[in-house]
């Protein structure tokens, strides 16, 4: 009979409080034999008359039990910890099996969670053919529904009754696995060495803790599933045959490597816990051969057979319910109500964009634009991806400088569509108005959840001069600027990591084509940091990846830095006093003089002011004030970056284009102006669409201007040289042409290599140049040389220069033609496209330049690349409930979802 | 709470936007950039200008490269040196003269006098920078009138011409005034009735692809059997709208007024002739300025698009005037004066070609005792030095919108003004009449402004 001979041995460590009503329960269920405590809590203990042993905190259960048994005969040995509470009737349902079937080895109760009684938290243990442990239930009520069980491959540890000659033959617990793991590891090879493992379901108990956390106090899930796959590497390790091992290391390894870098994708916390775990499972060695060599000695019949193995139907099911729980997690978590982009913002959305196939039908089927402060891309996706980190530049007749991080973005974007880079600069204009649309709605979404609010704002902000005075201007940094702003917002307030990539990628946009944005940018990230997300501060860090060359080569003169990116081109813009009307040019309407468009352009900005006051109170949320704090930047920026010269194009001062700037504060503005209006309950219906039209009427002249053909930009082919230039620098690379165009007082002379300069290769260092360079003398001398008649040896300063060809942009009768015809060395082509051509005769060797990219910046920018994109690409599906309060209008007006 | 932490950030959002819009509106900015526009001004190196001289008196003309040449003119030339004569189909006409030392110093100018049964008058006219865009106003090929237009190409490469011909009716359809192609270093005329015959009132577009070239009109009047007109018309550059006529010379009532009973010499009344190329019509403001005592003369006209049309000036009293047009459109413009000599009984007209506004240096050579006439019609005085016939520069003030009128000598005559100004030098000598203009570079060849792209 067992309760003649039983061992109980209680081992405290964790939970000495408990200990009490431990010893009682032992008492009240009548339980037989001597108890003894092992006292591993390193302080005194209460006691009721129970044998106590005093060992060290770190003694291992396994060691723990043995040390308490070493003096005893008994044949048994009943296993508790002291956080575990027996009920009635637990050791006599298991003593009943052990005295009944002798094959039984090891038999365990079922353990209740001490917290809540009536919920399973163990019964019986399994694991998969790859080694994973696997609790037969676990975490589930407790309604009888595994009372059928009893032949399980292990039990736990808590209230194991254990033959003590199976103990002593298997040497108790292994001694790798002090933490999870070693119940299962020791049944397992109970069960090899031919004896049965029962659960009984009549036998019962409660536990407060698992077994790790009863060895080592709270711990947390990553340290909990680390240690479980180091036990896995371990038990894998162990059972196979040792001359697989490095085989199956390695397998375990990458698998969970692999495994890791999903959950990293996934944006999960901690994604290489596993990884970390597995190798230090593989790595230890000595223990694992121990083990291994213990195992051989005794195993007599292999556990093989599939029934006490998981099935994987089994383990999907429990997999798919666990993804269950998180996602029910999260959700509960997520309340916090949004914008969303429902029916009514579709149909917006297809307004806008018929308005804007209207207003830039123009462009569409484009081959490439160019105009204004656009030249064309490159005609290959290589070439635009060379732009990045490129330390060479054709422009100026040639010069190296730091890597330009417009340039760079430009051949990312570029290679969006790889089959024809231009085509996303065509997109990106022709349809600028339903993309800043949407911009405009989704930004709105940073201050109100009103679906009508976000319309105003979204169609305020397809419809501002900012936009359509940049693109008739060609000004692609400008649109892409106005474009990311307002998504960028939305972006920053977000909290999760999918927002933070976003806020990131769009503040690289922003700050990279506008560095006047700069401060705006980083004064939202710092507003946003202080008002509790300090992680946001990350969000600089893919903008300065483009920018650091540029940074670092601004010391010298750090108001440079702020120039507009892209190829420099004059702006018309107002300053001082009339820059106030937040009109990138002098404001115009249709018949009206200069002075009155001024004056209702003053009355606009002064309505939205006060309107954005109100809205200040009205407001759900106080983000409307915060959002004027980077609109006073912006503006601050321009009060001191505007009356300067930032770059020099074609021999004219250039100076700051303002309109992204403007964008800032008229986000604001518009955005405050929207609440304020649907907040006037009676009067929302129709002032909204005046508000409309107002901005409409207002930027009615630059809103027209693709339309009307009034805009500098315009479809042309990629090409910026005669085909001629261009098939003949395509057999012999290398060779520069030089432009020649007549001015009112003299020419403008400009060197271009190869088939001409694109967009990727108009640097800030070129614009921002403060003196010419020696070749640039050169030029110029035989510029002036060439246009008039003289005894200039032009053929060898041509080819001192490296130039094949020369284009005069004039017609055939300017006086030039003759000039330059009666140098000796050329030969006349005949006129093109883009001006009279001529030929140089002699064979140009080119000067070859140093074209390498700057590889620092391509691995830093690709690296912190890739991390913005993981964080940006959303991995998890969106929320499937609506939240109440998306179906709440903020200002108690009837929703319009539902008419 | 919510309400407070509201206003309370609302305020300070205000407050910073007003606080920027302060400092956007009336504070400057503290920074600097040290970035200018990066311009040269280069001069380049020993530049070579050809002036072009169109040669000989033409008689008539075969085809374009025969002619037959009635009389030689005296070719005056100061600072260069004839580079190339010309060619014709077997004879040679006309030079090419290129600097031998600062290319703004030279100027040439041929003059010469017929009184043969079929030619007589006298002509004088400068020698000037080839065009590849030129308007030629002036002449008729009436009855006993005839126009020939030569074309001048003094350079190495191929000219290709086409012309354009305006009459009094509209744009005159000309076969064979396109694609005239004007070897090197060559010459061809082509009478102008060829192209627009019985026409009172022609002007000539000349566009060159290629080379440039000097283009002039000579134009001869016989009534009846009596020769009594010759003349030879300088190019303009490009319509403009003002068109300045510093010397306008009315002949006295006693020696043209017996003429004017015949209606065959209606053509010594003076008069100017318009053009408008362009699609809409002019309203030009004719100002006549006398430099003798008397009241400025004011009229205004309006010139359709598209055709030419001969103003006559009569009712002036005999004197030196001073015309400056201003139109609405941009126009092209010459004047007709007409001159007789009682007691040589020698008829003339001289046609004066549009004098350019110009800064900078201008020469010309004057054959013999003349008047330059200055017209300022800026709105400030302006500084200019003559020097003429070696003398010692001269500076005078020629007010604003003001006309100055010197006698000058024989010799070179160099005006130099800082700010834009018209010359005319008229010549009137016993056999007849001429103007000349003072013309400057065509690009300033000494700094030469290069833009870097």
Excluded at chain 1, 43 to 48: F, I, W
Excluded at chain 1, 798 to 815: D, K, M, N, Y
Excluded at chain 1, 837 to 851: A, G, H, Y
Excluded at chain 2, 380 to 392: E, K, Q, R
Aim: glycine share 10%; with cysteine.
């Amino acid at each position: 009979m067992i309760r003649d001979s039983l061992a109980v041995v209680v081992v405290a460590r964790r939970h000495p409080e408990r200990l009490s009503a431990t010893l009682a329960s032992l008492a009240a269920d009548k339980v037989p034999g001597t108890v003894t405590v092992v006292n591993l809590t390193g302080d005194s203990v209460p006691l009721t008359g129970q044998t106590e042993i005093v060992g060290p905190s770190t003694l291992s259960l396994s060691h723990a039990v043995d040390r308490a048994i070493a003096g005893s005969s008994a044949e048994t040995v009943w296993v508790l910890r002291d956080d575990t509470s027996v009920r009635p009737g637990a050791f006599t349902a298991l003593a009943s099996i052990l005295d009944t079937s002798p094959s039984v080895g090891v038999v365990g109760p079922k353990q209740m969670d001490a917290q809540s009684p009536v919920t399973i938290r163990e019964m019986g243990e399994s694991m998969t053919r790859s080694g994973y442990a696997f609790q037969i239930a676990e975490r589930e009520l407790d309604q009888a529904q595994f009372d059928r069980t009893s032949d399980v491959l292990a039990v736990g540890e808590a209230g194991m009754l254990v033959r003590r000659s199976v103990w002593t033959s298997l040497n108790g617990f292994d001694p790798a696995l002090p933490a999870l793991g070693g119940a299962l590891d020791f049944c397992f090879r109970a069960r090899s060495a031919g004896w049965l493992v029962e659960v009984v379901p009549a036998a019962v108990i409660d536990t407060a803790v698992t077994s790790y956390e009863a060895l080592a106090g709270e711990v947390t899930e990553s340290q909990a599933e680390r240690e479980e796959a180091r036990a896995r590497a371990h038990r894998v390790l162990v059972y196979g045959p040792s001359a697989v091992r490095p085989f199956r290391a390695f397998g375990l390894t990458l698998g969970a490597l692999v495994r890791g870098i999903g959950r990293f994708l996934r944006k999960r916390v901690n994604p290489f816990t596993e990884w970390r775990g597995s190798v230090a499972g593989v790595l230890d060695w000595g223990a694992i051969a121990r083990s291994h060599r213990s195992y051989r000695a005794m195993v007599t019949n292999p556990v093989g057979g599939g029934r006490l193995l998981v099935s994987p139907s089994d383990l999907r099911h429990r997999r798919a319910m666990q993804r269950d729980a998180e996602l029910a997690i999260r959700e509960a978590s997520d309340d916090t109500p949004r914008l969303e982009f429902r029916a009514s913002a579709m149909w917006s959305t297809g307004l806008a964009t018929a308005l804007g196939l209207v207003m830039g039908g123009r462009f569409l089927g484009a081959t490439a634009l160019s105009g204004g402060a656009l030249v064309p891309m490159p005609a290959t996706v290589a070439e635009a991806l060379d732009a990045i980190g490129a330390t060479w530049s054709d422009v100026a007749g040639g010069m190296s400088a730091a890597p330009d991080g417009f340039a760079a973005l430009m051949g990312i974007v570029g290679s969006l569509t790889w089959w024809n880079p231009n085509l996303i600069v065509v997109t990106l204009f022709a349809f600028a108005i339903p993309l800043s649309f949407v911009a405009g709605f989704v930004g709105a979404g940073t201050l109100t959840t009103s679906p009508r609010v976000a319309i105003v704002v979204g169609a305020g902000w397809a419809l501002l001069p900012t936009l359509h005075v940049a693109i008739s201007e060609g000004r692609i940094t400008a649109v892409l600027a106005h474009i990311a702003l307002p998504l960028f917002a939305r972006a920053i307030v977000g909290s999760s990591t999918l927002s933070l990539g976003w806020a990131s990628i769009l503040a690289a946009i922003a700050w990279v084509s506008v560095p006047a944005l700069a401060p705006a940018v980083i004064l939202a990230v710092i507003i946003r940091a202080v008002s509790g997300a300090p992680t946001v501060i990350l969000v600089m860090v893919p903008a300065l990846a483009f920018e650091w060359p540029r940074l670092i080569a601004s010391i010298a003169n750090p108001v440079a830095y702020f120039a507009d990116r892209g190829v420099p081109f004059p702006t018309g813009a107002p300053h001082g006093v009339v820059s106030l009307t937040l009109w990138p040019t002098m404001p115009s309407f249709p018949g009206v003089d200069t002075e009155i468009a001024t004056l209702v352009a003053f009355v606009v900005v002064a309505v939205c002011l006060a309107l954005t006051g109100i809205a200040v109170i009205v407001a759900e949320n106080p983000r409307v004030g915060a959002l004027l704090l980077p609109g006073a930047i912006a503006l601050l920026t321009w009060a001191a970056l505007g009356p300067l010269t930032l770059a020099t194009s074609d021999g004219q001062p250039t100076g700051l284009f303002p309109g992204p700037l403007y964008d800032v504060v008229w986000f604001g503005l518009l955005s405050g102006t929207a609440i304020t209006i649907s907040a006037i309950r009676f009067a929302a219906g129709f002032l909204a669409p005046i508000a409309v039209v107002v901005i409409a009427a207002v930027g009615f002249v630059p809103l027209t201007a693709v339309a009307t053909g009034m805009s500098l930009v315009a479809p042309t082919s990629v090409r910026t040289l005669p085909a001629y230039v261009q098939a003949e620098t395509a057999a012999h690379p290398g060779g520069a042409t030089l432009i020649l165009t007549p001015t009112a007082d003299g020419i403008r002379a400009e060197l271009q290599r190869d088939a001409g300069v694109t967009l990727v290769e108009w640097t800030a260092a070129a614009a921002t140049r403060q003196k010419l360079a020696e070749h640039e003398a050169a030029i110029a001398e035989l510029a002036a040389n060439l246009i008039v008649e003289s005894d200039f040896d032009v053929a060898s300063a041509v080819s001192e220069a490296g130039i094949g060809f020369l284009v005069l942009e004039a017609p055939p009768t300017a006086p030039e033609v003759s000039a330059i015809a009666s140098h000796a060395g050329l030969t006349s082509v005949g006129a093109t496209d883009y001006g009279i051509l001529w030929r140089v005769n002699e064979s140009i060797e080119p000067t070859p330049v140093d074209r390498s990219p700057d590889l620092a910046f391509r691995i830093i920018l690709g690296l912190v690349g890739l991390m913005a994109l993981i964080a940006a690409v959303p991995t998890s599906l969106p929320r499937r409930r609506p939240v109440v309060d998306d179906l709440m209008p903020v200002t108690g007006e009837v929703d319009d979802e539902n008419s | 709470m919510r309400i407070l932490s509201k206003i309370t950030i609302g305020a300070a959002g205000l407050t910073a936007l007003g606080f920027s819009a302060y400092a956007v509106a009336f504070m400057p900015t503290p920074l600097s950039t040290g970035i200018a526009p990066l311009t040269t001004v280069v001069s380049p190196e020993s530049v070579i200008r050809s002036i072009v001289c169109s040669g000989d008196i033409v008689g008539y003309v075969g085809d374009s490269a025969t002619i037959s040449s009635i009389s030689a003119t005296t070719r005056l030339v100061s600072g260069g040196d004839i580079a190339t004569d010309l060619t014709m189909d077997s004879t040679k006409n006309g030079a090419a003269i290129t600097n031998s030392g600062n290319s703004l110093d030279v100027a040439a100018t041929e003059y010469g006098s017929v009184n043969t049964e079929s030619v007589a008058g006298y002509l004088a006219t400068e020698c000037g920078d080839p065009l590849n865009d030129q308007w030629l106003i002036g002449g008729s090929t009436t009855t006993g009138r005839d126009t020939i237009v030569t074309i001048s190409n003094g350079s190495d490469v191929e000219a290709r011409i086409d012309l354009e011909i305006w009459g009094s009716a509209g744009k005159v359809d000309a076969p064979g005034s396109q694609g005239i192609v004007i070897p090197a270093q060559s010459q061809r005329s082509y009478s102008v009735a060829g192209f627009a015959p019985d026409e009172a009132s022609p002007a000539i577009h000349l566009l060159s692809n290629g080379a440039a070239v000097w283009a002039t009109l000579q134009t001869t009047v016989v009534r009846g059997l009596v020769p009594g007109g010759l003349d030879r018309i300088g190019p303009v550059s490009t319509p403009t709208t003002s068109v300045f006529f510093p010397v306008f010379h009315v002949p006295t009532e006693k020696s043209i007024g017996k003429l004017l009973a015949d209606p065959s010499y209606t053509d010594v009344i003076a008069a100017l002739r318009f053009l408008v190329p362009g699609d809409t019509d002019a309203t030009i403001t004719i100002t006549l300025d006398p430099y003798a005592e008397g009241d400025t003369q004011v009229a205004t006209a309006s010139i359709p698009a598209g055709s030419t049309l001969d103003i006559p000036i009569t009712e002036l009293s005999a004197g030196d005037w001073a015309v400056a047009v201003e139109s609405d459109q941009p126009i092209v413009a010459a004047a007709r004066v007409g001159f007789h000599d009682a007691s040589t009984g020698i008829t003339d007209l001289a046609w004066a070609s549009a004098a350019p506004a110009q800064t900078g240096i201008a020469s010309v050579l004057v054959p013999g005792g003349a008047l330059l006439g200055l017209t300022n019609f800026g709105a400030t005085d302006a500084s200019v030095t003559v020097v003429s016939g070696g003398d010692i520069g001269e500076n005078i003030i020629v007010p604003a919108r003001g006309n100055l009128l010197l006698p000058v000598g024989q010799g070179i005559l160099t005006v130099t003004s800082n700010s834009p100004i018209s010359n005319t030098v008229f010549v009137l000598t016993s056999y007849g009449i001429a103007t000349l203009r003072g013309l400057t570079a065509p690009i300033d060849a000494s700094n030469v402004v290069v833009i870097h792209g």
